[in-house]
Each structure stands twice: as C-alpha cells, then as structure tokens.
Nanobody
Framework: QVQLVESGGGLVQPGGSLRLSCAAS????????MAWYRQAPGNQRELVAA???????TYADSVKGRFTISGDNANKAVYLQMNGLKPEDTAVYYC????????????????WGQGTQVTVSS
C-alpha cells in the first residue's frame, strides 16, 4: 500500500478558502489517479473530486464551480483548492490514490490518508 500524507485543513468562515495537500510517501509509487473524499458525522464517505494521471477531472455536483483539484505527477501529489466554503462542506477530508500494489500485482484503491478536518463556521 501507498502511504498518503495530508495537510491544510482547519477552521474557516463561510465564504472563505482553504487548500488541501496530499502527497505519497514515495516518489516510486505508480499512481493512476488521486482523489479527495469527505465524511461528515452520520454520513457516508463521498467523492469530492478526482484527477487521473492524464489530467482528467471529476467533481461532485455540490462542489462544482467552487473547488478545483490539481495534481503533480512528478511528486505524486494532489491538491484541492476550496473557495466559497459553506457550512455543509464541514467534514473530514480524505486523500485517496489508485496505485499499483506489487504484492497483489494490480492497481488497488485501498490507499487512504489519515484525514484532515475542515470546519466552516462563523
């Protein structure tokens, strides 16, 4: 499995911005896509945005036009720029990667960061 390290969460007022960062612990990781998920208390974990190694992006309808995902293939990193934050964006945000697992000899999606708290409140 690939270790993912996240940073950038915090407390922000409604309408504010935050930038989340996530990087794989090794530059040797073979990653085909990376994504951000979030989970609010009492809710299931949901996809926020994803990006492939070719730059193709996907967004949840709830964040389109406000959030931007970007990737750095060389450094095995992914970023989430969050603008126009709303209280309903409050959640723990998790980084995920689809990476090659040498033990299983295939790409797997069970690579998660530890999560970073984002709280939007006045």
């Amino acid at each position: 499995q690939v270790q993912l390290v996240e940073s950038g969460g915090g407390l922000v007022q409604p309408g504010g911005s935050l930038r989340l960062s996530c990087a794989a612990s090794t530059s040797a990781a073979r990653i085909s896509s990376m994504a951000w998920y979030r989970q609010a208390p009492g809710n299931q974990r949901e996809l926020v945005a994803a990006i492939t190694d070719t730059g193709r992006t996907t967004y949840a309808d709830s964040v389109k036009g406000r959030f931007t995902i970007s990737g750095d293939n060389a450094n095995k990193a992914v970023y989430l720029q969050m603008n126009g934050l709303k209280p309903e964006d409050t959640a723990v945000y998790y980084c995920n990667a689809v990476a090659f697992n040498s033990r299983r000899n295939r790409y797997t999606s069970d690579n998660w960061g530890q999560g970073t708290q984002v709280t939007v409140s006045s």
